[in-house]
């Protein structure tokens, strides 16, 4: 089965500085999802990479997809006390289908101002 | 921006009741799922709905748990027999043409 494992499982570093989370899987998959979930509220979708691209951004959020190495990696830039949250990768194997996302355990990050 | 909707967002429920979760997807949405989160662990997929139907569900989804979408708008999980480890966050989700998926806030339940 998909299986996403991020890393670190807990980061924490000053406001302004930039933060890096890696997300492992183990199976082909047709997209990788990042999430962000602050604590005890819901799923919020932050970015999406299908298997043929290698990277992606939007805003302060930069994503990259080694498909050879199963591995992605969410980059946040000049990071601010609100981005103070549980991040998580989501893999889709099915690319469209019914089939939920395999989700990984998370990296909580915090910003310390 | 549209939202998908759970209620209630706690329930509490003795041992051994059926709760019935609730979520409205986006209107134009085609594809809804539940997830749950025992506390301090993954999200794990529980089902997905799709053309009025089942499409896949997981381990976890045994014959304690159902969905329905019985009016065309609301979408609603039903756990008949609650246990302990029903405890959880139970996110209900949406999706349209895109792989991009909506979630809703959560409903979290507790079995006491």
């Known amino acids: 089965s998909q299986q996403g494992e991020e890393d670190p499982q807990a980061l924490s570093i000053q406001e302004g500085e930039n933060a890096t989370m890696n997300c492992s899987y183990k199976t082909s998959i047709n997209n990788l999802q990042w999430y962000r979930q602050n604590s005890g509220r819901g799923l919020v979708h932050l970015i999406l990479?299908?298997?043929?691209?290698r990277e992606k951004h939007s805003g302060r959020l930069r994503v990259t997809l080694d498909t050879s190495k199963k591995s992605s990696s969410l980059l946040i830039t000049a990071s601010r006390a609100a981005d103070t949250a549980s991040y998580f990768c989501a893999t889709d194997w099915s690319g469209g289908g019914a089939d939920g996302l395999t989700f990984g355990k998370g990296t909580h990050l915090i910003i310390q101002p | 921006e549209p939202e998908v909707t759970q209620t209630p967002s706690h329930q509490v429920t003795q041992m051994g009741q059926e709760v019935i979760l609730r979520c409205v997807p986006i209107s134009n949405h085609l594809y809804f799922y539940w997830y749950r989160q025992i506390l301090g662990q993954k999200v794990e997929f529980l089902v997905s709905f799709y053309n009025n139907e089942i499409s896949e569900k997981s381990e976890i989804f045994d014959d304690q748990f159902s969905v329905e979408r019985p009016d065309g708008s609301n979408f609603t999980l039903k756990i008949r027999s609650t246990k302990l480890e029903d405890s959880a966050m139970y996110f209900c989700a949406s999706r349209g043409i895109s792989y991009g998926y909506t979630f809703g806030s959560g409903t979290r339940l507790t079995v006491v």
């Open positions: 990479i299908r298997s043929n691209e």
